[in-house]
């Protein structure tokens, strides 16, 4: 079970940092891949970070590469995108994704997803 | 533009059998394993396939995929009306170091 929080109404140049809040499976041992959808539009993965047993390796799309961060915070299960310089294309449903098992590295399980809109 | 080529649209009616198509490269689909999603417009993705022809517990034996070289291509059999949906297509490219989607093909159950 994952749970979104902290999309928000910004301005362009702004900045939010959106939660990750999981529950239900051992979430240390997960990656949690961060994507998002424009009104309308298809599916556009942002990032992820690997967990404890893959070194919290991190990896990044085109689109978030130098403004985008994604990390954890294992002790209270839940993953964070610190997004930067944020421009009015960024404005998205931003979802969050995690795997158990076999598949911990994939994108299983999903969140119901927060919304970013970005304008002045 | 998409790395993942899919048709945006195909259709069928209940009880046939779709296939969706996804096309890719040799630095994604031709060396790596993709998964392909479901989702009902207003809800979250749902994984239908991983590791090229895996299905997650729970996911039924109507849906099944497969791969050919740098193409791969989700079947679904015994349509039925809340298989309306778009699908996607997903994989890890060894190029631009990251998961790419496809651009999604839209399912409509006449």
């Known amino acids: 079970h994952l749970v979104e929080s902290g999309g928000d109404l910004v301005q362009p140049g702004g900045s939010l940092k959106l939660s990750c809040a999981a529950s239900?499976?051992?979430?240390?041992?997960?990656?949690v891949h961060w994507v998002r959808q424009a009104s309308g539009k298809g599916l556009e993965w942002i990032g992820r970070i690997r967990g404890k047993p893959d070194n919290y390796a991190t990896a990044y799309g085109v689109s978030a590469k130098g403004r985008f961060s994604i990390s954890r915070d294992d002790s209270k299960n839940t993953a964070f995108l610190q997004m930067n310089s944020l421009k009015t294309e960024d404005t998205a449903v931003y979802f969050c994704s995690s795997g158990q098992g076999a598949i911990r590295n994939h994108m299983e399980v999903w969140g119901q997803g927060t919304t970013v809109t970005v304008s002045s | 533009q998409s790395v993942l080529t899919q048709p945006p649209s195909t259709s069928g009616t209940p009880g046939q059998r779709v296939t969706i198509s996804c096309s890719g490269s040799?630095?994604?689909?031709?060396?790596?394993?993709v998964n392909w999603y479901q989702q009902v417009p207003g809800t979250a993705p749902k994984l239908l396939i991983y590791g090229d022809h895996k299905r997650p517990s729970g996911v039924p034996d109507r849906f099944s995929a497969s791969k050919s070289g740098t193409s791969a291509s989700l079947a679904i059999s015994g349509l039925q009306s809340h298989d309306e949906a778009d699908y996607y297509c997903?994989?890890?490219?060894?190029?631009?170091?990251?998961?790419?989607f496809g651009g999604g093909t839209k399912l409509t159950v006449l």
């Open positions: 040799a630095s994604n689909i031709a060396i790596r394993a």
């Open positions: 997903a994989v890890w490219d060894d190029i631009v170091s990251g998961w790419v």
């Open positions: 239900g499976f051992t979430f240390s041992d997960s990656a």
